[in-house]
Each structure stands twice: as C-alpha cells, then as structure tokens.
C-alpha cells in the first residue's frame, strides 16, 4: 500500500493580507514556520518510515518541506511539477480585486480561489493533477510514504480529480497554510484517511 501525503505551504505574510501567490514567491513566515512543525509531527505519528519528501520549487515551500524533512529525518527533493497552478490573468491579485474580476467575467464558482473550470488563461484541475501525481510512484508493488509538499491549487486539483468532485458542489474542502491530507492507495482503489490542520497560536 501507498501512502500519499500533500502538503500545503506554511503561512506568507501574502497569504496574511489574502493575496492570490501563483507564481510570486514569497517567504513563509513564523506562523509558517511553526505550522511545519506542527504538521511534521502529525505526519510522523500518521504515516510509516520512511518518507520521501518531493517539493515545489517555489520557496514558501522549500522552506516548508526543509523543516518537515529535518523533522522526519530525511532529505528534500525539488520537483517543479509541484509548482501552483498557472493563474493566468489573475496572479497576485488580492481576493477583493479576485472577486471583482471573476465577476466581470461571469464566472461560476463555490471557492473563489480554486474553482476554475473553463475560465481561460488558467491551468485546469485535470492538468495541474496530473503532473503533480507523476511526482509520486504510486505503482502498487511499493510499499511506501511520499510527502508533497506543493501549494493549495495543487492540493484542491488532486482531490478534486482522484475523487470526481463536481464544480458545483455544496461544501469546500478547506486545507489551511501548513495543513496536509492523507491518502491511501491499494490496487486500483483510493482512500482519502484524514485532514491535517495545524492551529497556531496568534
């Protein structure tokens, strides 16, 4: 059985002041750092050693994914199929100029920043799914856990496309900075087995 983890970046001060980060890169920052240790940890006690930890390029990752695998006692690995989803028009935008433009444009959406189907100029769910997922050997003679460290349009288009979530759902899942969810491959079947959010302390 495999073990797949995905791990959303730790805290940006962007993040903060609700800046859509796409290709900038800024560095997480102490609440970042903090929520990498609390996510380490729950990775440690949920998952088997040992870890092969894969990240995104960008830097608010790295710095993530350096302090999980210090923690797990392993090294990183950068792989820039991990990077976010190409947003187009719409990076670095702050949610309130996001909400302004989706609405020109007359989009339909339940979660703002990461519902973008048929919206031109942005990488779709599918696309961005399937290349962060080659970064994982999910072949199932292994036997092992992969962390992939990457950021929350990764995380959202991998859950989306391995379980069919519709665009016009009810309900998000919410995968906060620093948070990380777990899933289980065996055979030809998936298993989502749990949601890591950590709570910093303001």
Do not use: Y
Not at 66 to 82: C, K, M, W, Y
Not at 154 to 181: C, E, M, T, W, Y
Request: net charge neutral; proline share 4%; aromatic share 6%.
């Amino acid at each position: 059985m495999n073990t797949l983890f995905i791990v959303r970046h730790g805290e940006t001060d962007e993040n903060r002041r609700q800046v859509l980060l796409g290709d900038h890169d800024p560095p997480i920052n102490s609440r970042g750092e903090q929520e990498a240790r609390l996510t380490a940890d729950w990775l440690r006690k949920f998952g088997a050693a040992p870890m092969k930890v894969v990240s995104s390029p960008k830097l608010r990752a790295l710095q993530t994914a350096q302090i999980i695998a210090e923690r797990l006692g392993t090294t990183v690995n950068s792989d820039s199929r991990l990077r976010e989803r190409n947003l187009g028009p719409f990076d670095n935008l702050t949610r309130q100029r996001l909400a302004a433009l989706r609405a020109e444009g007359g989009h339909e959406f339940v979660d703002i920043t990461q519902d973008w189907e048929r919206v031109s100029g942005v990488e779709q769910d599918r696309v961005v799914a399937e290349r962060a997922l080659r970064c994982a050997d999910l072949r199932p003679s292994l036997d092992h856990c992969t962390v992939l460290v990457t950021h929350a349009g990764v995380a959202k288009s991998i859950f989306h496309n391995l379980f069919s979530i519709s665009p016009d759902r009810q309900a998000v899942l919410k995968i906060r900075n620093g948070g990380a969810i777990a899933l289980t491959f065996r055979d030809d079947c998936v298993a989502f087995e749990g949601l890591f959010n950590p709570r910093v302390q303001a």
